[in-house]
């Protein structure tokens, strides 16, 4: 009869979860205004995968690196859960972000976007970013 029985649900993510997760996008942000990439690519799993736009595909922390530097410095960067959703050990992420990006000798430039990421904890019970993809609200540049 037991075999019978519908598989427990997996556990859901917790609130601590979901608190450790914002606390995490807080440190990203401070890393990434910092300028700091081994703190920022840190935050992803080794063989984890970084989706920007109009490049490709970034897999592993040293291409990551690679991917960040295109980008402009960060003079300050906001990102907002607006969503997340997962189990004990694997987590779905949605979310807003605000950037301050300051190219040296330019103004200062915004940008505001959104973001879908996949989080899994690891078996010392630290939540890494496994997947981040990301795009800005504003229309592409025309050459």
Known sequence: MLACQPAAAPAGLSAADRQTIDSLHSAFSTAAAANDLTAVTAMYTEDGSLLAPNLPIATGRIAMKETFGHFPPIAEMKLITHEAI??????????????????????????????????????????????????????PVTP
């Open 86 to 139: 997962g189990t004990a050990d694997l987590a779905t992420v949605r979310g807003s972000y605000m950037l301050l990006f300051a190219p040296p000798g330019q103004p200062v430039v915004s940008d505001t976007g959104k973001f879908v990421e996949l989080w899994r904890k690891q078996s010392d019970g630290k939540w890494l970013i496994a997947w981040d993809i990301f795009n800005s609200d504003k229309p």
